[in-house]
């Protein structure tokens, strides 16, 4: 009869502690969100949209897949108001307060720069306002939100037979997210980044305020937010170049086994007058039957002896190259095509070409997408690893990469191709290698969950690793695209001798270091020098 009473205090203790477990996993669920001191006052703002405290999980993912903070609210603006009142509310807060501001677009950042812990992300695909608007003319433009996302411009801008001149592979991400990186593709060497190709940019401050700015009003803020990873203002809208849009791409592939001559071929290209539209490349490392994956969308130049390529086991180099043309010129187009081609020291019996229309070509890679998507296969995790690499570099970090670090069947592209230096504007904020052509070396590679393979995880990031310290004790002057470093001391070598002017931008705008926590540059509160 003793043991009841002392099992019932057991039962009743356990029975406390686990209500106080619910209610504390609970306040943990909602990330403190009614809990904290910062709701009341985001509540009393004035706006035409609205703060989101409980439905906030989804602004903690990105397409990266490896990082997640939890804001403690979403905002989605309707106005460009709703921005800046926001922004200046939590400025006025001062340095005291935590909350911070991450812009989030389509989701499409890699390693959570579009997040922020305990912070407010802003949902800039809610933003509304004025449509896209189209200006023709002998120097057309088209004005769109930063929220908006680029194949919506394209279908807008088309239907005045015009449309923006650079491109990034992927349409499906917002003007904002692009700008405030570079945005480049097999374009590039010919039109600049996108960041080239803005004449005017609506911005709001870290402090809340509202700028226009161009190259002729408030320039240095213009030069700064863009490729300015978010550091400085969030876009809230954009003023873009457009040009004459084609009705048809000649897209052409081509292989080649041996490197130096791909890499001079492909600087032949980005350095003619007159050439192809589109020049991008990527490397084929241990496949098999690769022709055979092209001729359902290419067809071969000679069946016959493309039918007796063995690609197994070699690592190959693909150009790929498009040239754009409206039907009245298919018979010149046509002729130029076979004269570029005949200079070019391809494989010979590698030659497929396709002919699509340009918007098809512009959005190739939304198919791939669509695919993927069906086998549950786009939402894992993308650990990428994009570097930009001196031309006078290029071949020894393909021998070492291509030919030792790499050895196995890449899951995901690797492309690489050149860009003209003399393209980017110095004045912004993007850091490239200074000499006057480099490449774009990106690895694509999306991770197998639960895998403890070549394919899985670990073993990608163990791999960009050995490349990156690779890149590092051999001098090469290498500069990460879309940059992730955890440590001020990476990020001063990143921006070397143009520290101390990312510095200054970041305390002329930005000073309490409100916006983009997620690229971890900066701290709140904490003095930048």
């Not at 609205?50 to 997640?68: I, K, L, S, T």
């Not at 933003?127 to 929220?147: A, K, R």
Request: aromatic share 10%; proline share 5%.
């Amino acid at each position: 009869m003793r043991y009841p009473p002392v099992y019932f205090l057991k039962q009743m203790n356990t029975f406390i502690i686990k209500g106080f477990m619910i209610l504390f996993v609970s306040c943990v669920t909602i990330k403190l969100n009614l809990c904290s001191p910062n709701t009341p006052s985001l509540n009393t703002l004035p706006l035409d949209g609205h703060f989101n405290f409980h439905e906030v999980h989804h602004a903690a993912r990105d397409f990266g897949n490896r990082y997640q903070f939890l804001p403690m609210a979403v905002l989605h603006p309707k106005t460009v108001s709703d921005i800046a009142t926001t922004i200046k509310h939590i400025w006025d807060m001062g340095p005291h307060s935590e909350l911070t501001v991450a812009a989030r677009g389509h989701g499409h950042s890699l390693q959570g720069q579009a997040q922020t812990q305990r912070g407010v992300v802003i949902n800039m695909e809610s933003l509304e306002g004025p449509e896209i608007q189209v200006y023709t003319g002998s120097s057309p433009y088209v004005d769109v939100s930063g929220g908006e996302l680029w194949i919506n411009i394209l279908h807008e801008s088309l239907k005045y037979g015009l449309a923006p001149k650079s491109w990034t592979d992927y349409l499906h991400l917002t003007i904002g997210g692009t700008l405030s990186n570079a945005g480049i593709s097999g374009q590039a060497f010919r039109h600049g980044p996108q960041i080239s190709n803005v004449h005017q940019l609506e911005v709001v401050t870290g402090k809340g305020e509202v700028i226009n700015c161009s190259e002729k009003q408030n320039e240095d803020l213009f030069h700064s937010v863009l490729g300015g990873l978010g550091q400085f203002g969030i876009i809230t809208r954009a003023r873009i170049s457009l040009e004459a849009a084609p009705a048809r791409v000649k897209w052409i592939r081509v292989l080649y086994s041996d490197f130096a001559a791909f890499t001079q071929d492909q600087e032949h290209l980005i350095s003619s007058e007159n050439t192809f539209d589109y020049v991008e490349g990527f490397v084929i490392i241990n496949r098999t039957g690769l022709l055979n994956n092209w001729r359902s969308s290419f067809n071969s130049k000679d069946p016959v002896q493309a039918s007796q390529f063995k690609s197994d086991g070699r690592t190959l180099f693909c150009l790929e190259l498009a040239k754009y043309f409206n039907l009245d010129k298919t018979d010149l187009i046509n002729e130029e095509v076979e004269n570029f081609l005949s200079r070019l020291s391809y494989i010979r019996s590698t030659l497929f070409m396709s002919e699509v229309a340009y918007i098809d070509f512009l959005d190739r890679v939304h198919v791939s997408e669509i695919k993927l998507r069906s086998k549950d296969l786009w939402d894992v995790p993308h650990p990428w690893l994009n570097l930009l690499i001196p031309k006078s570099k290029i071949h020894t970090f393909a021998e070492e990469v291509f030919g030792s670090i790499l050895t196995a069947t890449s899951n995901g592209p690797i492309l690489i191709y050149p860009v003209n230096r003399s393209r980017w504007d110095n004045r912004t904020s993007v850091v490239i290698p200074e000499e006057h052509i480099f490449y774009l070396v990106a690895f694509l590679t999306s991770a197998v969950p639960s895998s403890t393979g070549t394919d899985g995880l670990e073993h990608i990031l163990t791999q960009n690793k050995r490349i990156l310290e690779f890149c590092e004790t051999a001098h090469l002057g290498v500069k990460q695209y879309l940059p992730h470093y955890t440590t001020k001391k990476e990020w001063q070598a990143h921006f070397g001798p143009r520290w101390e002017a990312f510095v200054q931008r970041k305390s002329a705008y930005d000073p309490l270091a409100i916006l983009a926590p997620g690229q971890r540059i900066f701290q709140k509160a904490i003095p930048f020098s």
